[in-house]
Structures are given as structure tokens and as C-alpha cells.
DNA sequence: CCAGACGTTGTT
DNA sequence: GTCTGG
DNA sequence: CCAGACGTTGTT
DNA sequence: GTCTGG
């Protein structure tokens, strides 16, 4: 799965993703967890940057806890679960980030990675997001990132992994079009092995927070 | 028709 | 053990 | 995801 | 909002 990941200190993040409202306020996370609010990228006409909160919470959620634990959808059945469904054909959006945690269980043990893609720092997640009022009216946005099996490269770690989006899929997976099937496995099918990388860090990443560069440093030995 | 659920993960 | 908070 | 908290009643 | 179960 992925349940905590980094949008570290990097330039060129407003080319990178083509956003037009290059003002936003940019602060560099290390260690961003779930129900934090992070930026997340949109696309009405244009891309923009816009502050959202981790853990879905449908539009018609009574309470906004419910998207406590709805920080990932599986892409195995996005396209069918009620909750998600009705998402997939206009509320697509992309998470920004430098790199994604996961810890290895071995026994009792668990050792936390930092998972990379090779090349560019920044890449972008597979996400879905919704609006939702509270009582009083008042908005909040909210997202999920989409999950799916582990490739050769991640089972080392873990079973699962977020759906890293192959940067010329990115426009096509911001635009309102609808998705057919085909189009839809292509995309949030698991990013190449051979594009990947990980190393691992600081057991101290676990304490979100600990929001610091340190978290995302090399400890020991490469993988 | 209305009522009630709507989710993931890992572990058991 | 299980729930809540970040 | 992990870390950290987790509770009522009546009586003093 | 939308789907499933009764």
C-alpha cells in the first residue's frame, strides 16, 4: 500500500507539472501522513495546484472520519467499488511527490524504505479526490491514492505499492475524458521495476512527526 | 419501492 | 487488542 | 503507514 | 451520489 510518502525541498516543480498558479506555497514534507493537508494537482481547463487532505471522504460522508482509512483504493477494483466509481470520470487527480515509504516485515521487524523512481525527483501518484461540506458548509477536498500489485522490483519490500503515473500518461490521467477499460489497466498498471529504486532509512521515519530531510537519507546498505 | 451500505491493509 | 491522531 | 492512547462509576 | 439487498 502506501500510507506515508515525502514532497521534499526540489526546483522546478511548477514546470514539472505544468500548474499556472506558480504563487502557491510550497513547503518542502518528508514525512506526510495521513489526514495531513498536502498539495495535490488538478486539471480544470488548466493545472493547478490546490491544497487537499489525505483519506477520502465521500460526498455524502456524514462525518469526515470515515476517510480515516480510506487513503488508498485498489485499482483492481476501483472502477467497480460504489465508493470510488463515481470518481473515475472527473475527479482524477495526481500526487505529487519525491518518494514513497514502506516498511519490510521480516519476523517481528520492520524496516522502512524509501522508494524512488530513477531520473526525474518529483513524480507523480495516481489519485482520486472528492468535495465534501460539513454541517456548517464548509468545503473540504479530499484524496486517495490508488494502489496496485508490487512488480518484481517492490515485492522485495512489500506486496503492494501507489500507482506511479508514466509522466506522458499525466495529461491524459488529469483530463475529464471517461477511461475505457483497456485505457484504465494501461495506466494504473505497476511502474516498471527497471525504473525504481529504494534504499533504506531511519527507523524514526515511523513518528510522523518527525517531518525531517534526515527521514529520507540512506541508512546502511543499498538496495 | 425503501433502507442501508459504500473502504484498504494486514493478520487471523 | 483496537481505536484515534498525525 | 506508525505511534500512542485507550475509562466508568461512585465516593472521597 | 449510487449500488445492493430485501
Known sequence: MCGRFALAAVSGFYSRFHVSNVDFRLDPRYNIAPTQTVPVIVNGGENKVVPMRWGLIPVWAKAEDIGDRLINARAETVATKPIFKRLLGSRRCIVPTTGFYEW??????????????????????????????????????SFTIITTEANSFMSKIHNRMPVILREEHE?????????????LRRVLSPYPSSGMRAHEVMKAVGNPKLDRPEVTRPLGKQS
Do not use: C, M, V
Not at 501518484?125 to 464548509?138: F, M, T, V
Not at 491524459?172 to 485505457?183: H, I, P, S, V
Open 171 to 183: 495529461p491524459f490521467w488529469l483530463g475529464k475524458d471517461a477511461l475505457t477499460e483497456k485505457q
Open 104 to 141: 519490510k516485515k521480516e519476523g517481528s521487524s520492520k524496516t522502512p524504505y524509501y522508494i524512488r523512481t530513477k531520473g526525474e525527483e518529483l513524480f507523480g501518484l495516481a489519485g482520486l479526490y472528492d468535495r465534501w461540506r460539513d454541517k456548517e458548509g464548509n468545503e473540504t477536498l
